[in-house]
């Protein structure tokens, strides 16, 4: 049995209206009328005397989750669970010893993109939602969005022409260390390298002659794979993208302003790129005011993304593979990004982008659908850690784990490991840096494309980006559930899935039907974290005899315990209490109890 017992965490908060429905009351305290397998949610109102449990002949094992599903943001729970109970709260999981070495072998292999892509990230997102203004056909100020924007670019309804390689084509390039990028930006030429049937592949001359950077064969293979992958599997998920300049493609340009986003002497960890919804806007205002145009604006789709870098003069050297399979999984997330601002800006009956936590979970979910199309994954197989790492670095298997799948597993045990201190479900303030809320995000939304998608992950996704809602509304709009059933669904499956031995009984919506995540995560946690081989992240508390512990959560998530009862201990009896000693009621607190033996 290894015990854990961890640190780390994410924040998630919840904006909704309405009951929660999600349990009737009364609901029974005995929890030792619970059949194995059986979920019980408690209100504050239920457990006036705390959770009993009976004496027993038998050996009882339970999961106890405190939730906190308040609808205001970022809102800090604080309880006592008090208990006379007997030691608990280990668990164990089998799972082949030598994963975590192979994952560690194929990781140390490629630089990730980690805290300094989100910083950039953030600050991208953050910048439109609070400058870019999308006005909704009710509103008395609102301008024809899309057409009007379009005229100025194309004469009587012409398309531009697309350029060939060797055309050299003029761009302005927001300045990511800004506060402003509409205004602050960098204008250039750059050569068109490599042209497909939806990709314009251009390279920065600040950086040199494309040929000194990327062999052609090369070039061309990333156009290849955006053609054949990352668009189809994009536009199938989110939509169709927006055409704004009018001639069917998107443009790919790397370019030397990007790498000045990463600081000096920085390998391992870098920025990739992004998009910027400011490039959808008119850069001269056309009668709408403030927000409503963006001087920097190429008024086309692009990419802006990390060029190589042989001798290091912007401050870290990039060699060409590593930029070619590091911006693999950027652009597969970017374009998300590109498609569900498009959608809403060409949308009148839209008013808002996207909330940030809901806007980053369906890009990190794009870079999950792009690695399953592109290893012939269905979108709801069950994936083990041998599907996603079947062999040792070099291999293609490993650079397409590395690109797709690493990042948001990675981001899921830091959530795992301090579930209690954040959760994806943030709202649009700062906690979006964290990354363990982005992996929280990600899994609450795979968790939701799993069981309440009808069996089509895309035609939710499609829903969601397609709006007009926005974050919290949204999600609930298109998944038809409240985010009550939502969260607590998720938080007991984060425990119940794929638990060995099986547990009998229990609902299938307990489960993942697209990751076995307690086979898939011990080798990242050991990775990640450096935990012991074949531990199962998630941080569970175990409820020992006569003792209390302090604990503090967050809104939308939950913290978790395990009460492990051996036959003929006598009864037994949990309460959860606040400061004072009295039985804790805190706004969107709900129990969850599954029996697990």
């Not at 990039?318 to 597969?332: E, L, P, Y």
Request: proline letters at 7%.
């Amino acid at each position: 049995m290894i015990k854990r017992i961890a640190p780390v965490g994410l924040i998630l908060s919840i904006a909704c209206n309405g009951s929660d429905g999600i349990a009737p009351n009364p609901v029974s305290s005995d929890i030792g009328t619970m059949a194995v397998g059986e979920v019980r949610v408690f209100s504050p109102a239920d457990l006036q005397n705390g959770l009993d449990l009976p004496s027993g002949s038998s050996a009882r094992d339970f999961a106890i989750i405190v939730g906190n599903t308040s609808t205001q943001h970022d809102v800090v729970a604080n309880y006592v669970v008090r208990a006379d109970v007997t030691t608990g709260g280990s668990f164990e999981i089998s799972a082949p010893p030598d994963l975590s070495a192979q994952v560690s072998a194929s990781v140390g292999q490629i630089p990730l993109a980690r805290t300094p892509q989100q910083a950039v990230d953030n600050k991208v997102r953050a910048f439109e939602r609070k400058n870019l203004v999308l006005r909704s056909a009710s509103d008395p100020l609102a301008i024809s969005r899309f057409s009007p924007r379009r005229s100025i670019q194309v004469p009587s309804g012409a398309a531009f022409a697309v350029p060939v390689p060797g055309d050299r084509i003029n761009v302005k390039v927001p300045d990511g260390n800004s506060t402003n990028l509409c205004n602050n930006y960098f204008t250039t030429q750059a050569v068109v390298a490599s042209v497909s049937s939806k990709a314009i592949l251009a390279v920065d001359t600040l950086d040199g002659p494309p040929t000194s950077l990327f062999t052609q064969l090369q070039m061309d293979s990333i156009t290849t794979e955006f053609d054949n992958v990352t668009y189809p599997t994009d536009a199938s998920y989110f939509n169709t993208p927006t055409d704004i300049d009018a001639n069917g493609h998107i443009i790919i340009l790397f370019t030397g302003q990007i790498n000045k986003l990463t600081p000096p002497g920085s390998t391992d960890n870098f920025v990739g790129g992004f998009f910027f919804g400011g490039d959808m806007f008119p850069p001269v205002d056309q009668g709408g005011g403030a927000g409503s145009f963006c001087p920097q604006s190429n008024q086309a789709e692009i990419f802006y993304l990390l060029a190589p870098d042989p001798t290091g003069k912007f401050g870290n050297v990039r060699t060409t593979a590593s930029v070619r399979q590091g911006t693999r999984g950027t652009i597969a997330h970017e374009f998300q990004h590109m498609i569900n601002a498009g959608n809403r800006y060409k949308n009148p009956a839209v008013s808002d982008f996207e909330s940030l936590w809901l806007d980053e979970a369906l890009a990190h979910f794009a870079e999950d659908a792009v690695g399953r199309v592109q290893r012939g994954f269905t979108d709801l197989q069950t994936l083990t850690f041998n599907d996603l790492l079947p062999c040792n670095s070099p291999c293609a298997q490993a650079n397409d784990f590395n690109a797709f799948f690493f990042q948001n597993l990675a981001r899921l045990t830091y959530w795992m490991e301090r579930p209690d201190t954040s959760s994806g479900i943030t709202g649009d303030g700062p906690i979006e840096a964290n990354l363990s809320s982005r992996g929280a995000a990600w899994a609450l939304l795979r968790y939701a494309a799993d069981n309440y998608s009808g069996g089509l992950p895309r035609d939710l996704t499609r829903k969601l980006v397609a709006g007009p809602d926005t974050g919290v509304r949204n999600f609930s709009a298109a998944t038809q559930a409240s985010i009550d059933n939502l969260v607590s669904g998720w938080l007991v499956t984060m425990y119940a899935d794929h638990y060995t031995p099986a547990i009998s009984g229990l609902d299938p919506k307990y489960q993942y039907r697209s990751y076995n995540l307690r086979n898939v995560m011990p080798p990242i946690a050991q990775s990640v974290l450096n935990l012991p081989a074949a531990t199962y992240p998630l941080l569970v508390s175990g409820i020992g005899f006569g003792n209390s512990i302090s604990a503090t959560n967050r809104s939308g998530t939950g913290t978790y315990y395990r009460l492990n009862v051996p036959a003929n201990s006598g009864a037994k009896n949990v309460k959860i209490l606040n400061s004072s000693g009295n039985v804790a009621s805190f706004s969107g607190e709900h129990v969850y109890v599954l029996r697990v033996q």
